[in-house]
T-cell receptor, first 113, second 114 residues
Framework: DTEVTQTPKHLVMGMTNKKSLKCEQH?????MYWYKQKAKKPPELMFV???????INESVPSRFSPECPNSSLLNLHLHALQPEDSALYLC????????????FGPGTRLTVT | GENVEQHPSTLSVQEGDSAVIKCTYS??????FPWYKQELGKRPQLIID?????GEKKDQRIAVTLNKTAKHFSLHITETQPEDSAVYFC?????????????FGGGTRLMVKP
């Protein structure tokens, strides 16, 4: 398996909802990432997990909570989001660190109403 | 931290012509420079990358050059085709004790006219 998969593809949630985004890879990669991408902008790094430990948190608000249950799975738990959080959320993975090739999943298009 | 500037923001070429996209980076510690292509509604796809110990790398119609002294790197696409139309992002990777991270340029929208 040479792909990063993400579910769901689309998500609409209210500001009081709690939802989770899921990312999975079976390439044996030990680094996994969450990015946020707004329209016509580059991906912005949110979190980095290295060997299942959170190694980078780019000052992301606590309403976003990442979780790495094992080396193949990465979740992003969402709670009390704001409309400005609407974006494409991309997961990526690499063998060890960003200095190895980083592969992106198809993303979850999130709309907060 | 690292800062990556990318130019131009839009580029329109005729099919068959060449396209060049340029990026500059600020931190001399950066040592990995990937290029991603993102079609509308799709994921960013790695198309080519270069490391700081190499000056040039080529893969069919795509080449990347790196000038470490000037801290800039460029993507060259020859014999462009309509399917090359997409947004292209350059990035630079910097290492520190907390781990490594990619910093992206602002993107270039390439339009190839048939």
């Amino acid at each position: 398996d040479t792909e990063v998969t993400q579910t769901p593809k689309h998500l609409v949630m209210g500001m009081t909802n709690k939802k989770s985004l899921k990312c999975e890879q079976h390439m044996g990669h030990r680094a996994m990432y969450w990015y946020k991408q707004k329209a016509k902008k580059p991906p912005e790094l949110m979190f980095v997990y290295s060997y299942e430990k959170l190694s980078i948190n780019e000052s992301v608000p606590s309403r976003f909570s990442p979780e790495c249950p094992n080396s193949s799975l990465l979740n992003l738990h969402l709670h009390a989001l704001q409309p400005e959080d609407s974006a494409l959320y991309l997961c990526a993975s690499s063998l060890d660190s960003p200095s190895y090739e980083q592969y992106f999943g198809p993303g979850t298009r999130l709309t907060v109403t | 931290g690292e800062n990556v500037e990318q130019h131009p923001s839009t580029l329109s070429v005729q099919e068959g012509d060449s396209a060049v996209i340029k990026c500059t980076y600020s931190d001399s510690a950066s040592n990995y420079f990937p290029w991603y292509k993102q079609e509308l509604g799709k994921r960013p796809q790695l198309i080519i990358d270069i490391r700081s110990n190499v000056g040039e790398k080529k893969d069919q119609r795509i080449a990347v050059t790196l000038n470490k002294t000037a801290k800039h790197f460029s993507l060259h696409i020859t014999e462009t085709q309509p399917e090359d139309s997409a947004v292209y992002f350059c990035a630079a990777s910097i290492s520190d004790n907390a781990g490594n991270m990619l910093t992206f340029g602002g993107g270039t929208r390439l339009m190839v006219k048939p």
